[in-house]
């Protein structure tokens, strides 16, 4: 049904944009074929592999949790990400991209194993206090991005990184660091078994001859990966990372071999319905997916807390 | 064989194990008893590599727990410990099919299959095979981690109160099929019970802790007496014989 869903929502999104272009005559008209290859297909391209790579990044997350209620962007790995990317444009400025993402990474996963550490000390009876202690997390380092920003004078720069995603100005040449996301995702497929083994608890891992702690890393690596390229080319998506995963689980389960190439395919498929809904609402002006997601994401939200209270 | 030499551990400043030296035979069902916190799970734990030894040493078979790789150990020895509630959602079948990983690290072959299906089998899973594992009760959940332990076919299997959540046929069917696989199949099992009598129906071999110390150790009808069981429980106990095994008056 999802990849039902996704082949005619490419084709809208490939014909929806500000220039009237009719798309299926591209080979014979260059200017047609000019915003197709330059705009229309990139950023299409852009959403699939956007919304893959933070639908797995979530489901990763929450196996090595332990809890179904975290996503990339509600447990500081964004907002560490974030003052990756502005410590190394404060200090580096001429750094190479790469070298700015690389930086930017390893501070998300260390936002993120900062994370992990303080759950690792919490009741485990007690589910509710792992997103609450992400969201006080995700605040303080958030507010420390907002403060050196503010003193530096770079607000409008983090403004784009955490406030609101949004892919109106993805062209060619802008947004290929997510195929990188979306290969990382890629590999964590690959070792799916190891991580439903760990979200079994580190006895069960230890107990089938697995390191709990060197699967969580590479865990960790690849969430901080994903959410920081996703920071740092189109920024922060709320509420995806968290609520795919979730509905994925609840129909199909956890066994994370068979269900990852599906929340990869839902995360790509509401992703991109998200962002032609910005796009068509007040065609040709755009809303930001991210406000669109995060609308639509509280009450996917909302309704699946409701329907299941009692389980963590 | 598992032989424990001078194993200590501490909880913060709390000692939970003093200086424990024992052999633990091969080929045999042995029970781990005693009081609560005498140290018999963080003990079990310790040889199952679940913690890491502080102090003194541990072997299991001539390999030692701290140095061994612990993807050679799973194929050694299979470890349950005690379920804490888990919000993952496997069905049963997946569940006890990653008791066949340490074999085949994610490429099951046929006789990995045939051992989740008689794994299943043997502990009255297989209709619930496509359950959701929050979808079963407390003693389904815990027959499918025990089947998990048993597919794993190690020659060695260490259970943390097993009998957990268990119904009387259940943990009798349980204790039966562990003595069964000590006697046909040549396994060795240890197994932490809290409820005596079934170390006193089934086990050959008994340990009984108190106060993170071994104060007995031998057959049934050596450990289990009045005396012995009164000091450890610490409360008035009477032995009488059931068809000529140990038999535990505890309870009035």
């Known amino acids: 049904m999802t990849l039902a869903a996704l082949a005619p929502l490419t084709l809208a999104s490939l014909m929806t944009g500000a220039a009237s272009v009719d798309i299926f005559a591209a080979l014979s008209d260059p200017r047609a074929m000019l915003v197709l290859m330059e705009s229309r297909l990139p950023r299409t391209l852009a959403v699939l592999l956007t919304g893959a790579a933070l639908s797995v990044a979530g489901m990763l997350l929450q196996a090595i949790v332990r809890n179904r209620f975290v996503g990339p962007d509600t447990v500081g790995t964004a907002e560490s990400a974030a003052l990756g990317l502005l410590v190394v444009t404060l200090f580096a400025p001429a750094m190479p991209i790469w070298g700015k993402i690389l930086v930017s990474s390893l501070s998300a996963m260390l936002g993120t194993a900062l994370f992990v550490a303080l759950i690792r000390r919490l009741p485990p009876r007690e589910i509710m206090l792992v997103p609450i202690t992400g969201i006080v997390l995700s605040g303080v380092i958030g507010s420390v991005v907002v403060y050196i920003a503010w003193q530096a004078d770079l607000m409008q720069y983090i403004t784009t990184w955490l406030m609101v995603g949004e892919f109106s100005g993805v062209i060619a040449g802008r947004y290929e660091m997510l195929w990188i996301a979306a290969a990382a995702a890629g590999l964590a497929w690959l070792a799916a078994d190891r991580f439903a083994i760990l979200a079994l608890g580190d006895g069960v891992a230890t107990g089938l001859g697995l390191s709990a702690t060197s699967v969580m890393r590479f865990g960790l690596a690849v969430v901080a990966l994903v959410s920081a390229m996703v920071v740092t080319t189109v920024g922060m998506i709320p509420f995806l990372g968290l609520i795919v995963p979730n509905i994925v689980s609840r129909i199909m389960g956890d066994n994370l071999r068979r269900a990852l190439p599906m929340v990869a395919a839902a995360g790509a498929a509401l992703l991109l319905g998200c962002d032609l809904l910005g796009r068509l609402m007040r065609h040709p002006f755009e809303i930001p997916v991210g406000t669109v997601m995060g609308f639509v994401g509280s009450g996917i939200f909302l309704y699946l807390l409701y329907r299941r209270p009692a389980h963590g | ?252």
């Open chain 2, 1 to 252: 064989m598992i032989e424990l030499d001078g194993v200590c551990h501490d909880i913060g400043s709390t000692r939970i194990l003093s200086d424990i030296s024992a052999e633990i035979p091969r080929g045999h069902l042995t029970a781990l008893i005693g009081p609560n916190g005498a140290g018999k799970s963080t003990l079990l734990r310790l040889i199952g590599r679940l913690e890491s030894v502080q102090r003194g040493r541990i072997e299991i078979d001539g390999l030692d727990v701290a140095q061994t790789p612990s993807a050679t150990l799973a194929r050694r020895m299979a470890v349950l410990g005690q379920q804490t509630a888990i919000s993952s959602r496997l069905r049963l079948s997946e569940l006890v099919g990653f008791g066949r990983w340490p074999h085949h690290h994610g490429r099951p072959r046929d006789i990995d299959r045939a051992a989740v299906e008689t794994a299943l089998q043997v502990f009255g899973l297989s209709p619930l095979a496509d359950r959701f594992l929050d979808e079963v009760s407390g003693g389904q959940a815990q027959r499918a981690y025990l089947a998990m332990t048993f597919a794993q076919d190690t020659d060695w299997l260490l259970l943390d109160e097993p009998l957990n959540n268990l119904d009387m046929s259940h943990a009798r069917g349980l204790m039966a099929r562990l003595s069964d696989l000590v006697r046909r199949a040549g396994k060795s099992v240890l197994v932490v019970v809290h409820e005596v009598n079934y170390a006193a129906a089934w086990a050959d071999h008994i340990v009984a802790m108190k106060q993170g110390r071994i104060v007995a150790e031998g057959a049934p009808r050596d450990v289990l007496k009045d005396g012995t069981l009164s000091m450890l429980y610490d409360t008035p106990v009477a032995v009488t014989q059931h068809e000529g095994r140990p038999l535990v008056l505890h309870h009035y």
